[in-house]
């Protein structure tokens, strides 16, 4: 085997989460790595431990398909979003929505929070990145981005910027503390 090539991946499966009724799209390890979270076609969320290969919680509300998923770091709450075009504010433990995120025009394909699980960014089939605010009663976008000319596919965060990955063959960074 030729150096760096495959080292330290492993080869067998350590568990096979089973439970989805079709196509897994979405799968995030929590923070500290003890439980994984999953989302698919089925529109439903599924809490694992994969160490054990335990399914613990399923969570319904989509209305299709779950394509991203995300845990604030103290592993409290998550995000989602998907096909309906909404993004769910879940508390983890209870399996309660806090709040529907309602705002795109069309499919949503990634949700990040920031640091702080503050702020959630959204990017979307219809062309934007969208910022919703979490310690406010709104479901309302606080910014909306819509300089892509394409689909909006990823999104991620740092304590000031936001990239997004889009159809059109860009990524673009934007400062949140200017506000461009």
Known sequence: ????????????????????????????????????????????????????????????????????????????????CGGDRQIFYWDVSSGRVIRKFRGHDSEVNAVKFNEYASVVVSAGYDQSLRAWDCRSHGTEPIQIIDTFSDSVMSVCLTKTEIIGGSVDGTVRTFDMRIGR
């Open 1 to 80: 085997m030729s150096e760096g090539r495959g080292k330290g991946l492993p080869r067998k499966e350590a568990n096979v989460l089973k439970g989805h009724e079709g196509a897994v799209l979405a799968a995030r390890f929590n923070g500290d790595g003890n439980y994984c979270l999953s989302g698919g076609k089925d529109r439903t969320i599924r809490l694992w431990n994969p160490h054990r290969g335990i399914h613990i919680k399923t969570y319904k509300s989509h209305a299709r398909e779950v394509r991203d998923i995300h845990v604030t770091l103290d592993n409290a709450k998550l995000i989602s």
